[in-house]
């Protein structure tokens, strides 16, 4: 093996696991390594440095593993400017063009680094050599001779420390999805990252699923919402539907919320509850006139908290506010997200793994499912920052609004 390249890693590159990740990586795509260079950290907090020289058979074969450990933060030793080509026509990218992961990445130009902004996973990058900037691009949005980076070189992405990627707030769980953990404290730390952030001036972001509706924890999220602790709302048709259904019948799913049992007829309550709104134009104008009076949609347009709801191909109706378009609603999430601090994903897999491919890897993420492979599919695509709380929602949120009243008593 005579195709080499040496790497260097810097930062929390043990505590992380980071260098032993970037060794397997080399060794599982047929390549070998020496260590050039080693440096411990001598204290907790300071940075440990490798120099690994990377070989490979062929220069196919180094190209795919640099690509491999680039992703996890791993640098070319000797770098130049980043290469771009132009986009060969509309919604393509030029063949050898930069894949890019949701951690912070810096492009080389002109002999100096520069931020690529929104931190995105699965886009390319836009380099601007006019106004010397770096962007992030969907595929979707790339437009013919667009100058898309391609290659490796001139190309830096900074990994997550340790703290970042569980979050220090909840550095006392071994593991990241289980069922096994001491819900008190677990609500303590959440509320603590929703005080730190709305601190910080960062957006607080939360992703419904219908279960929201079915196991009557609307009214505690509502007080979220009235509160002033959220900033957007993403979902689709469904969560919306049977919060309306719920306000205009008392069902949800034809199923009474407060008996729990089914009401004759009950079954179209939610197709006549996406009617009443699409008479009235929309949620917002239903609330306007008068239509719609309750319910968490109701306290949502009320508190002017902005929504997102994406349409599918299973949706009834749908109502009037739902985007069926999935790139329009892609995008209308992409723009809400982008100054989020906090993520809650709140029982609803596909809208969160959605939501976590356009978040970048600081923003800390919290997923409340009864399903842990809710949490476990979202790291699985990539958001590895994802914090998994496996229990019942409405539970979680009556304890969440709690802490955040100060009804209950700190943890430390």
């Given at each position: 093996m005579s195709i080499y390249e040496d790497i260097r890693l810097e930062g929390q590159i043990i505590d992380s696991?980071?260098?032993?990740?970037?060794?397997?990586?080399?060794?599982?795509?047929?390549?070998?390594?020496?260590?050039?260079?080693?440096?411990?950290?001598?204290?907790?907090?300071?940075?440990?440095?490798?120099?690994?020289?990377?070989?490979?058979?062929?220069?196919?074969?180094?190209?795919e593993i640099l690509k491999a450990v680039?992703?996890?933060?791993?640098?070319?030793?000797?770098?130049?400017?980043?290469?771009?080509?132009?986009?060969?026509?509309?919604?393509?990218?030029?063949?050898?063009?930069?894949?890019?992961?949701?951690?912070?990445?810096?492009?080389?130009?002109?002999?100096?680094?520069?931020?690529?902004?929104?931190?995105?996973?699965?886009?390319?990058?836009?380099?601007?050599?006019?106004?010397?900037?770096?962007?992030?691009?969907?595929?979707?949005?790339?437009?013919?001779?667009?100058?898309?980076?391609?290659?490796?070189?001139?190309?830096?992405?900074?990994?997550?420390?340790?703290?970042?990627?569980?979050?220090?707030?909840?550095?006392?769980?071994?593991?990241?999805?289980?069922?096994?953990?001491?819900?008190?404290?677990?609500?303590n730390r959440v509320a603590k990252l929703m005080r730190d952030?709305?601190?910080a001036g960062k957006r607080i972001v939360a992703v419904l699923g219908p279960a929201i509706i079915h196991t009557g924890a609307a009214p505690a999220f509502?007080?979220?919402?009235?509160?002033?602790?959220?900033?957007?709302?993403?979902?689709?048709?469904?969560?919306?539907?049977?919060?309306?259904?719920?306000a205009f019948f008392g069902t949800s799913l034809g199923i009474n919320l407060e008996k729990g049992d089914s009401v004759e007829g009950g079954h179209e309550h939610h197709l006549r509850a996406i009617n009443k709104i699409r008479r009235a134009g929309g949620i917002r104008q239903a609330v306007e006139q008068g239509v719609l009076t309750k319910g968490l949609f109701y306290d949502i347009v009320k508190k002017d908290v902005p929504y997102v709801l994406a349409g599918s191909i299973r949706d009834d109706g749908p109502l009037p506010d739902v985007i069926t378009d999935t790139m329009v609603a892609q995008q209308s999430m992409r723009e809400h997200v982008r100054d989020a601090g906090l993520c809650l994903m709140l029982c609803s897999m596909l809208h969160s793994i959605a939501t976590g491919n356009l978040l970048a890897a600081e923003v800390h993420t919290v997923c409340v499912d009864i399903n842990p492979a809710a949490v476990t599919k979202l790291a699985d695509r990539g958001s590895f920052q994802t914090i998994g709380i496996v229990t019942d929602v409405g539970l979680f949120l009556d304890e969440l609004v709690a802490e955040l009243e100060g009804k209950h008593p700190a943890c430390d």
């Open positions: 696991l980071l260098l032993p990740r970037v060794l397997d990586d080399i060794l599982e795509r047929g390549g070998e390594y020496r260590i050039l260079q080693f440096t411990i950290g001598v204290e907790k907090d300071d940075p440990s440095l490798a120099v690994v020289r990377v070989t490979a058979a062929d220069e196919a074969g180094l190209d680039q992703r996890r933060g791993a640098e070319l030793l000797e770098q130049g400017d980043a290469q771009t080509e132009p986009a060969p026509a509309d919604a393509v990218f030029p063949e050898a063009f930069y894949s890019t992961t949701n951690m912070d990445t810096f492009v080389r130009f002109n002999g100096r680094w520069i931020p690529v902004q929104w931190s995105e996973m699965d886009c390319g990058v836009l380099l601007d050599s006019t106004a010397g900037t770096a962007r992030t691009i969907p595929l979707i949005q790339v437009k013919a001779g667009d100058p898309i980076v391609v290659g490796h070189r001139g190309i830096r992405v900074i990994p997550l420390g340790r703290d970042q990627r569980v979050s220090g707030a909840f550095e006392f769980m071994n593991s990241e999805v289980s069922s096994e953990k001491p819900k008190r404290l677990v609500v952030n709305r601190a509502a007080r979220l919402v009235k509160a002033g602790w959220i900033d957007v709302v993403f979902g689709g048709n469904a969560v919306a539907t049977h919060d309306i259904e719920s």
